[in-house]
T-cell receptor, first 111, second 114 residues
Framework: DAKTTQPPSMDCAEGRAANLPCNHSTISGNEYVYWYRQIHSQGPQYIIH???NNETNEMASLIITEDRKSSTLILPHATLRDTAVYYCIVRVVRNNNDMRFGAGTRLTVKP | DTGVSQDPRHKITKRGQNVTFRCDPI?????LYWYRQTLGQGPEFLTY????????KSRLLSDRFSAERPKGSFSTLEIQRTEQGDSAMYLCASSVQGEGYGYTFGSGTRLTVV
């Protein structure tokens, strides 16, 4: 299974872009990159996913490098409510559909 | 649709007692997952169902744990003879089948074994 590496913590100023990196150097060609976040005392929340191309939705943008060995989640204008643990996950290559979470990055947005 | 519902939100039990948690997924989601999360760690996969069939169980799911999804809708997770090490947040998630779909998680059941 492809592993992911994320920094344990990051800070970001309110209103600035938050760029959260993820390394997945052993990713396979048919594995997707998923991002979730977990606000304290809540279940994880799906943010975005991608395979090869960059993706954008109302919450964030996902930039995947051309070699697919790393990606960056971008929150364009971070707010205090974006303070959370952010998880980068690479889907295991099976018929099953389980997501394996690591320790994630604790993002703190500061006023 | 109100999302994934879990009941109860909190449960305190004495060591050795049995507990059961319930999860109601999003109605059109045919896949349902159980995770466990301890303080400071990411969620750990326990098991998942496709409709009523339990297709995978983690090694974390000891013999004291059992999960069911009898009619392919709601699911229950039972822990028998609880131990203090079972104290954790138990999360349920659901999804539709396919590579390109994310999971929708419930708010979890926090279990404290005293």
């Amino acid at each position: 299974d492809a592993k992911t590496t994320q920094p344990p913590s990051m800070d970001c100023a309110e209103g600035r872009a938050a760029n959260l990196p993820c390394n997945h150097s052993t990713i396979s060609g048919n594995e997707y990159v998923y991002w979730y976040r977990q606000i304290h005392s809540q279940g994880p929340q799906y943010i975005i996913h991608g395979l090869k191309n960059n993706e954008t939705n109302e919450m964030a943008s996902l930039i995947i490098t051309e070699d697919r060995k790393s990606s960056t989640l971008i929150l364009p204008h971070a707010t205090l409510r974006d303070t959370a643990v952010y998880y980068c996950i690479v889907r295991v290559v099976r018929n099953n559909n389980d997501m394996r979470f690591g320790a994630g990055t604790r993002l703190t947005v500061k006023p | 649709d109100t999302g994934v519902s879990q009941d109860p939100r909190h449960k305190i039990t004495k060591r050795g007692q049995n507990v059961t948690f319930r999860c109601d997924p999003i109605s059109e989601h045919n896949r349902l997952y159980w995770y466990r999360q301890t303080l400071g760690q990411g969620p750990e996969f326990l098991t998942y169902f496709q409709n009523e069939a339990q297709l995978e169980k983690s090694r974390l799911l000891s013999d004291r744990f059992s999960a069911e999804r009898p009619k392919g809708s709601f699911s229950t997770l039972e822990i028998q003879r609880t131990e203090q090490g079972d104290s954790a947040m138990y999360l349920c998630a659901s999804s539709v089948q396919g590579e390109g779909y994310g999971y929708t998680f419930g708010s979890g059941t926090r279990l404290t074994v005293v």
